[in-house]
């Protein structure tokens, strides 16, 4: 069993540093929410793989149902946030908010 | 065993061009995918629900939202990326995953979980009474997100 908790570990570790590496190198904004989606993705392997390596996948299946709830409600709100700084600023460089300043 | 290994490397190569790909359509599909292998991944450790929820909404309807975005800001793409990240990217990302291989075993030790207690009852047992308050919370951040999409997009007074 331990030999599965290390696979689920180690894949969720690289997916969390891949969306960390595009979140410091990307300008693009659209971009940038890829990143996070793709760290989520490696949070919720990382739980059901833990809760599968513990015997205990029902609280992990009720805990990842719970985040992509979330997830949901986080993404309908940024894409609003981002379509609105394109309609501000025209373009989606992540650069320009600091223009947005005062 | 072998099969799960694939499904996961497929899913980290999926994730890895979504956010490397320079055409924000491929990297939307290429997320889609990647959750689509998660979906069966969660599958084959026997939790159908989060698989289910995973491939419909986060493949689905996720998506979706994104391509639409993508087709709202139609000169989107036109950002300039840094050069320094097309080839820094990768070669980090390679470093991290040899000291991730070397590493994490050691790591595994020292994580502490907790005590595995027998679960009994089915899903819907856990769910809807071990973690009743989470459900309200779910109610309250989707009609919080509901709130917000409207607030962004509702129209301009005749004052402003």
Redesign the interface.
Known sequence: MTNTWYLYLFFAAALVFAGLLGLLGKRNLIKLFIAIEVIGKGISLLLLGTGFAKASILTAQALVITYIVIEVSLVATALALIINIYRHTKSLDVRNLAKLKG | ?IL??AL??A??IF??L??VLKD?LR??IS?AV??LL?GI??FR???P??GV??IS??AG??TV??I???A??K????????R??NW??PV??VA??VI??LV??GL?GKIP??A????S???GD??WR??TL?LV??IA??L???F??LA??RKRDKHD
């Open positions: 065993m799960q290994t996961l490397i899913l980290v994730s890895v979504a956010i924000l990297s939307a997320l990647s959750s998660l991944v969660f450790m026997n939790a629900y989060a929820f995973e909404v986060v309807l996720i939202l994104f639409l975005t993508i709202l800001t000169s989107g793409d036109e950002v300039r990326e840094s320094l990240v820094v990217f980090v990302f991290f995953i991730d291989a994490m075993k595994m979980a907790l595995a207690g027998a679960e009852g089915t899903f856990v769910l071990g973690r989470d919370g779910q951040v989707i919080a997100g509901v917000a999409v962004l997009f």
